[in-house]
Structures are given as C-alpha cells and as structure tokens.
C-alpha cells in the first residue's frame, strides 16, 4: 500500500505563502499522479491540484493562479506552494493519488487568519 506524509502546513496572515510537502512512499503509478486535496471541518473532502510536474497541472478554481503543484521524483515528493493564501483555505491538506486511492494520511492543518 503506499504512504503519504504530509507536512508543511502552519498558521499564517491572509495574503502570505507556504509550502507544503507530501513524502511518497509505496505507490506503484508515477508520482506526478500524486493529487492534493483539503478538507474543511463539516465539509467534504475536495481536490485541489494534480499532475505536479507536468503540462498540463490542473487545478481547481478556487486555487488557480495562487497554488502550483510539483514534483521531485527522486525525493518521493510532490509540493503544494501556496500564495496569497486567504481565510477560505483554512483546511487540512492531504495528498493521495486520485486514479487509485489509498489509505489517508494524517494530513498538514493550514489556517489562514489574522
């Protein structure tokens, strides 16, 4: 089964950064399936980004332009920078790969707030 850690998250101001990072261990796809997600207390999980590191990286409106997804591959690690963060990102971020989910990790907490 694979592995994901997550780790980087933190408290910071609306409009300030961080970096996530998602060690990677056990999977048997390449790692630039790796997707990262979050979670809101009371809501549903959602996708955030995915395809780190190649082209065509997607992500979801709500991040667009403010989050980019990559990869090191011989890391085991896909990243999540997080610009001009906003109070609606507060959430816990995980990753996992969408096309054949594993088991969760615990996740990072990120909160946004002044």
């Known amino acids: 089964q694979a592995q994901f850690v997550e780790s980087g998250g933190g408290l910071v101001q609306p409009g300030g950064s961080l970096r996530l990072s998602c060690a990677v261990s056990?999977?048997?796809?390449?790692?630039?399936?790796v997707a990262w997600y979050r979670q809101n207390r009371g809501s549903e999980r959602e996708w955030v980004a995915g395809s780190g590191g190649l082209p065509g990286a997607a992500y979801a409106d709500s991040v667009k332009g403010r989050f980019f997804i990559s990869v090191d591959s011989e890391q085991a690690t896909v990243y999540l920078q997080m610009n001009s963060l906003k109070p609606e990102d507060t959430a816990i971020y995980y990753c996992?790969?969408?096309?054949?989910?594993?088991?969760w990790g615990q996740g990072t907490q990120v909160t946004v707030s002044s």
């Open positions: 996992n790969t969408p096309l054949d989910v594993q088991p």
């Open positions: 056990g999977i048997t796809t390449r790692i630039s399936g």
